[in-house]
């Protein structure tokens, strides 16, 4: 029976929840606008419209103006990703490569940043498939992204890595086995099939 493994990206191959967080507080901070959420959980398993959409609810045009000044403030502020990297994701998704095993990476973040990712730590040979919430009409906690990236792979059989209530929620919906990665903040991921606290925890479970 073939297999495959889909991973979301933040909060499960890199650390980078927290960081992206307190980026976006610290640019609100300097613009001195109190945004729509300061709860870090509120932030997370989003895609970047979806963040925006709850940190300026009711002002589209601020919003828009907002973000755009944003993805400069980005820019100069940029996240190292390999040094957010969980130092075990190489050598799960090398185990993972070595079993045949089918690897595909659905994550709601931007395209731009999940190709940083990739680029940054050397990553892009080791996925299959690699899938964007901003290139659906809706990402997580919709199943869509799950069901076009376990399509795409061809598998008979799968497990989902999350982190995320959202991401949770959309691989389940997809009828995939959940698997939740326990984060250093309190997140529920009780809807998940089981939690673990290492990735390589996974290579016993294929």
């Known amino acids: ?86 130092k075990e994701v190489p050598e799960v998704l090398g185990a993972l490569k070595e079993q045949n095993i089918k690897v595909g990476l659905a994550s709601s973040s931007a395209r731009k940043e999940i190709n940083q990712m990739l680029s940054a730590t050397g990553l892009a040979p080791a996925f299959d498939y690699v899938l964007s919430g901003e290139e659906l009409k809706e990402s997580k906690p919709n199943p869509e992204i799950y069901l076009k990236t376990a399509s795409a792979l061809g598998c008979a059989d799968y497990l989902a890595v999350e982190d995320s209530v959202l991401g949770i929620r959309s691989a389940k919906a997809a009828g995939l086995y959940t698997v939740a990665l326990k984060q250093s903040y309190p997140v529920d991921q009780s809807e998940s099939d089981i939690v673990i606290t290492d990735l390589r925890t996974l290579l016993n479970m294929i």
Do not use: C
């Open 1 to 86: 029976m073939s297999k495959g493994v889909i991973f979301d990206m933040d909060g499960v191959l890199v650390e980078s929840e927290e960081f992206y967080y307190q980026r976006r507080i610290r640019f609100f901070e300097e613009k001195g606008i109190v945004p729509g959420s300061d709860n870090l959980l509120d932030h997370v398993g989003k895609t970047d419209r979806g963040i925006w959409e709850m940190l300026i609810p009711h002002d589209s045009h601020l919003r828009q103006a907002l973000h755009k000044e944003y993805k400069t403030y980005r820019e100069a502020h940029p996240i190292d990703y390999p040094d957010v990297l969980r």
